[in-house]
């Protein structure tokens, strides 16, 4: 195992923490911060921790972030550790489940490589692909986030069904539900915001993409054996930070979500407005009390079934 570390490291550890400090020229309260954000507080100050390479690598983010505004350094070392950590979890699960495979003859050292090549290579389209959608969602300096659909989807009678269901079980359900899910999401041009165990965060920029979206998540009961789900999509401007969506659309999105009976799709009046697509029926319910709403318009997204699709849309 040592000598898998020390390849994924890229070599030994030879600098200690204070020692990394020293070397980079910076202040050890700020090191500490930027070290408790990225997850490893607990450390040794004595014991050689970096290699040549994190330290090179380190030097070009201190450098990065030193005129940037106080936190902001903080704040996406926290964003970056978080991120990471999760990934290297379920990637060392991974490894070891078919490190452990007598069928696998490949190496452990050799599986992780290669792990972490594809996670670059994805890596860098994911980052291509958002710049592009940044430059193209460009908004003047002065105007405060842009305009998205937010969306949940989640599972009915999750907490019951997990203590009725082995782990194994579980497992599987979880799994189709999330990659399925993930599939028809990104089909039309959507984003993965995060995954929540029995539910799934994801933001649109075209209010029909969402729409589209919001009725083909409930093929996955039809066609997969998933049970039951309900949908919450919300339209308004947001503000997108380290990879999460903040906003009154998030808060929309999710109580339209827990309102929703199974089976079907919840949305606001700003979406149902946007969409100007024969296809799509918004069936009003009237208002809904709920949390932090007193008042809040929804819309079942249904299919209209009256709509005679034209030649060119055959």
């Known amino acids: 195992m040592a000598a898998v570390e020390e390849m994924l490291l890229g070599g030994p ?8 400090v020293s070397e980079l020229d910076i202040d050890p309260e700020f090191a500490d911060e930027i070290w408790r954000a990225f997850g490893f507080a607990h450390d040794s100050r004595d014991q050689p921790i970096f290699t040549e390479d994190d330290l090179s690598a380190m030097g070009l983010v201190i450098a990065a972030y030193r005129s940037a505004p106080e ?10 550790g978080q991120t990471m950590s999760r990934l290297a979890d379920w990637q060392a699960y991974r490894l070891d489940e078919l490190d452990r495979d007598s069928g696998v003859d490949t190496g452990l050292g050799q599986m992780a490589m290669a ?6 290579l994805i890596w860098r389209r994911h980052l291509a692909a958002a710049l592009r959608n940044i430059d193209s969602d460009r908004v003047p300096d002065d105007a405060v986030g842009h305009e998205l659909v937010v969306g949940f989807c989640d599972i009915v009678g999750y907490t019951s069904l997990s203590r009725k ?27 993965i915001v995060k995954t929540l165990g029995d539910a799934v965060m994801f933001t649109v920029a075209d ?10 998540l409930h093929t996955l009961t039809e066609q997969h054996d998933i049970p039951p789900l309900r949908v919450g999509l919300a339209y308004g401007r947001v503000l997108t930070r380290f990879g999460d969506v903040f906003g009154e659309p998030v ?18 009046a700003e979406l149902a407005d946007a969409v100007d697509d024969e296809r799509y029926f918004f ?5 809904l009390s709920v949390r932090g709403y007193r008042h809040l318009k929804a819309r079942v997204i249904e299919l209209n079934r009256d709509h005679q699709p034209t030649d060119d849309a055959r």
């Open 251 to 268: 808060n929309i999105a999710a109580r339209l979500t827990g309102s929703a009976r199974p089976g079907t799709s919840l949305c606001d």
């Open 13 to 20: 550890r030879v600098f200690t923490r204070d020692q990394a």
């Open 283 to 287: 069936k009003s319910i009237g208002s």
């Open 207 to 216: 209010p029909v993409q969402a729409t589209q979206i919001a009725l083909e």
């Open 71 to 80: 936190g902001q350094a903080v704040a996406a070392a926290r964003a970056i």
């Open 165 to 191: 269901i082995g782990m194994d079980d579980l497992n599987a359900l979880l799994e189709a539900f999330e990659g399925r899910a993930n599939d028809i999401i990104t089909d039309h041009d959507g984003q």
């Open 115 to 120: 792990m972490s090549r594809v996670q670059t």
